[in-house]
């Protein structure tokens, strides 16, 4: 067995800004409504011509500068639920462009999908399957918006962040636990009704705005702040810790309530917490590595710290995992 070390990250953010503002000139919404119930206040998109690909290209290459050291890479792993194709996987095209010679493969559960990957990724270094990863959330969500629907187009952005694993001799460095979950009977919390092969694209599926992402926005925010602290909980007494054991949570992003509504139920101090929700809105499975780039390079978080990496999303799925930097 081994440990897991991140040797590099980056992340990548489209040029385009809307704030808040903005959104009001295009649909019935506020920067007041935004603010208040979500804590966002702006978003990037990618302009057209941009896909996932070219995200998660602009943060790989950086994460590799810094990894410099790290000659081969055995698997590209991409976290996306905007891949650039329906076939093949957005990580293959990634690994054309940046020319490097890799195994391939995506994982796509909602905003989950990095804790995921990080998860699968971490397994096969520990296990000596693999000695070095490239690991991608990647997303160009906003192709996958109606821009007329301000129950969920207020809420996202675009983005990309990525993380270079490596193989190291103490196994007491990466992932210690994690638990995870999925409930499947609430598919349809956050979806896309047609495209796929239950509802195939078609004129009535266009003209009926169902290819585009739906989201039954209060139940989501109900069963989340349900069973995230639960499971949190959980993971730490199985693990002998007490909450502000966790040096940094490492929340994914999807409101800032929700993260305020888990930080009051577990009784997580404030200065453990870090999030940059009012500047990328959901990024879904880029809104990780993204606040874990934001905090690494802000100082709050260093060699030796224990994380707590959390995320859920569409399935409804969901991930917590205890890492040691
Ligand atoms: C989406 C969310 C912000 C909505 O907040 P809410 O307090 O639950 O609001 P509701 O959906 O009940 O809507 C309240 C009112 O605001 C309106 N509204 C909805 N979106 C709006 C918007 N963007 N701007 C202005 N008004 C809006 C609704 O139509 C409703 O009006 P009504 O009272 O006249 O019917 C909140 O439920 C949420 O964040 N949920 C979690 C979503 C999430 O994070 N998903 C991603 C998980 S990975």
């Not at 903005?22 to 011509?49: A, P």
């Not at 096969?124 to 969500?141: F, P, Q, R, T, W």
């Not at 990466?174 to 047609?194: M, R």
Request: proline letters at 2%; hydrophobic letters at 40%; charged letters at 25%.
């Amino acid at each position: 067995m081994f440990g897991v070390e991140i040797k590099g990250i980056g992340i990548s953010i489209p040029n385009k800004k809307l704030t808040n503002f903005d959104l009001e000139k295009i649909m019935d919404t506020s920067d007041e409504w935004i603010y208040q119930r979500t804590g966002i206040k702006d978003r990037y998109i990618v302009e057209d011509g941009i896909s996932t690909s070219d995200l998660a290209l602009q943060a790989s290459r950086e994460a590799l500068r810094q990894a410099k050291e790290v000659k081969n890479i055995d698997y590209i792993i991409m976290a996306t639920n905007s891949p650039d194709y329906i076939v093949p996987a957005t990580s293959s095209v990634l690994q054309g462009k940046l020319g490097i010679s890799a195994g391939t493969f995506d994982v796509f559960s909602g905003c989950t999908a990095f804790a995921y990957a990080l998860i699968v990724a971490s397994s096969m270094i520990k296990s000596g399957l693999a000695e070095n990863i490239l690991l991608v959330g990647a997303e160009a969500i906003s192709k996958y918006l109606d821009w007329q629907d301000r129950t969920i187009a207020v809420l996202l952005g675009d983005g990309a962040g990525s993380f270079v694993l490596s193989r190291t001799e103490d196994k007491n460095t990466g992932i210690l636990d994690h638990n995870v979950g999925s409930d499947g009977t609430k598919f349809d919390l956050i979806y896309i009704p047609a495209g796929g092969t239950k509802e195939p694209f078609s004129e009535k599926s266009l003209h009926e705005k169902r290819i585009y992402l739906k989201m039954q926005g209060r139940e989501v925010f109900k069963n989340v702040v349900s069973l995230i602290p639960q499971e949190i909980k959980k993971l730490l007494n199985k693990n002998n810790l007490e909450t502000n054991d966790i040096n940094l949570y490492v929340f994914h992003q999807a409101n800032i309530r929700i993260i305020e509504a888990i930080r009051d139920s577990l009784k997580i101090d404030s200065s453990r917490i870090f999030s940059n929700i009012e500047k990328y809105a959901n990024t879904s499975s880029a809104s990780i590595p993204i606040v874990f780039y934001e905090a690494f390079n802000k100082g709050l978080i260093k060699k030796g710290d224990l994380i707590l990496f959390s995320a859920f999303g569409a399935g409804l799925t969901w991930a917590n995992i205890l890492w040691k930097l």
